[in-house]
């Protein structure tokens, strides 16, 4: 019974960074693994990255890797990602899901109602 909203996105140059936020609620955060998806315009939900909730072990897609971070605050209840060197490619509604049995296809149990990033070129 997770609850997720996310916030932090916008409009930003090529090259900037962006910090997205995952604010859950419920008290089964701490012992949860957190995703983060992002659906592109006329394209499916893609996995960006994940973050176990013992180990703080994270995971990256190939096309954030070195570029994005991902991180979680477990006293607050707050997943990020931390989003450099933006491209235009990441251009996209992001998304922090729980639960997840499957990363592709996504298949999670929690779902944030997303927040809209968009990079310029």
């Known amino acids: 019974q997770v609850q997720l909203v996310e916030s932090g996105g916008g409009l930003v140059q090529a090259g900037d960074s962006l910090r997205l936020s995952c604010a859950a609620s419920?008290?089964?955060?701490?012992?949860?693994?957190l995703a983060w998806f992002r659906q592109a315009p006329g394209k499916g939900r893609e996995f960006v990255g994940s973050?176990?909730?013992?180990?703080?072990?994270?995971y990256y897609a190939d096309s954030v890797k070195g570029r994005f971070t991902i991180s979680r605050d477990n006293a607050k209840n707050t997943a990020y990602l931390q989003m450099n060197r933006s491209k235009p490619e990441d251009t996209g509604v992001y998304y922090c899901?729980?639960?997840?049995?499957?990363?592709?296809?996504?298949?999670?149990?929690?779902w944030g109602q997303g927040t809209q990033v968009t990079v310029s070129s």
């Open positions: 973050i176990m909730s013992g180990t703080s072990t994270t």
């Open positions: 419920g008290r089964t955060f701490s012992t949860s693994d």
């Open positions: 899901a729980g639960a997840c049995r499957t990363y592709n296809p996504p298949g999670c149990h929690y």
